[in-house]
């Protein structure tokens, strides 16, 4: 009666297997959680192979905190991905660790001693003042003279991104990657974090206006343009939103990977599994898509790893 039943397998782990060989196990051992990394690496896999699909990016800024940062930058490097949906703190971390370091912890530190001794608490990342706001200060000030001094007095998040990009970060950096690449980064949430602060204050003796419509018009031409689009979400909030959002407009995205650590009971958006942006028209019916459930510090960078081993011996 078992006959038409899959068995489960075992993992058999050597000293030379390749990631792609230990993601490609997980289909057979079929763990909890691996059997839905095997197919979001199917899936990005697809997209990134469809020549017809623009492929979108949308991250929170916490995971640009921890070393999983790297692994985003090696998207850009890559050019896994085409277009970068995220969020202001996104551009505080990037500057931020470009000139300064950020630290392990834990999260169970007393946060009472921390605050006293000027170290701010990320989860289990400590996150030193003069790595933070004192430099994001410094160096976001030093890039809006500039730019008023070129004759800039109105810019988008994607403008300033690139600028950001270009002119503050270094090698190691998403902007910097997503700049020499020509890769769009918008931020709908533009004001919401030190580089946005920084902006406004700069904007109290200089009349500097950042032009949030011009980014609509911008992703607006992109949906419409777009033959295929597909979107490696992670994470929830504005940047997760904002993505699906405008791509209701051609009819849902055509690839959906989703990676949360947020439930769907509560009824956010950070929680919402793929299936319920089917029923606003964000991600067609017809979709490759899954819904990870864990941490993406976790899963992105064997997902990621295994899709360039992927490319290296395909």
Not at 165 to 177: F, M, V
Not at 179 to 184: E, S
Not at 243 to 255: E, K, P, S
Request: aromatic fraction near 8%.
């Amino acid at each position: 009666m078992h006959e038409s039943l899959e068995a489960i397998k075992d993992f058999h782990i050597n000293e030379n297997m390749s990631i792609k060989e230990l993601v490609n196990q997980m289909a057979d051992s079929w763990g909890f959680t691996a059997e839905k990394i095997v197919k979001g690496v199917d899936i990005l896999k697809k997209m990134v192979d469809d020549k017809q699909c623009v492929k979108f990016l949308s991250f929170p800024a916490c995971i640009v905190a921890t070393g999983t940062r790297g692994i985003i930058m090696e998207i850009m490097k890559r050019r896994i991905a085409d277009v970068v949906v995220t969020t202001c703190g996104t551009l505080d971390h990037d500057l931020a660790r470009c000139w300064k370091n950020y630290y392990k912890g834990s999260f169970d530190l007393d946060d009472r001693t921390l605050h006293r001794k000027k170290l701010n608490r990320l989860g289990n990342i400590l996150v030193p003042n003069d790595s933070y706001g004192i430099i994001i200060e410094q160096k976001m000030q030093e890039l809006l003279s500039a730019l008023w001094s070129e004759g800039v007095r109105e810019i988008s998040s994607r403008e300033l991104c690139r600028e950001i990009g270009l002119r503050l970060c270094k090698e190691d950096s998403i902007l910097y990657w997503a700049a020499k690449n020509n890769i769009p980064t918008y931020i709908p949430g533009l004001t919401d974090g030190a580089v946005g602060y920084q902006i406004w204050l700069f904007s109290q003796d200089h009349k500097l206006k950042i032009d949030v419509l011009k980014d609509e018009q911008e992703l607006n031409d992109l949906i419409f343009d777009s033959k295929k689009t597909g979107a490696l979400v992670i994470g929830g909030g504005i940047s997760k939103h904002h993505v699906i959002w405008w791509n209701q407009f051609r009819g849902g995205l055509d690839y959906a990977v989703y990676i949360t650590t947020a439930v769907e009971w509560d009824g956010s958006l950070s929680g919402a599994q793929v299936r319920e942006a089917i029923s606003w028209g964000k991600v067609k019916e017809t979709a490759k898509r899954v819904t990870i459930e864990g941490d993406a510090t976790g899963a992105l960078p064997l997902m990621i790893a295994a899709i360039i081993n992927d490319a290296k011996n395909g």
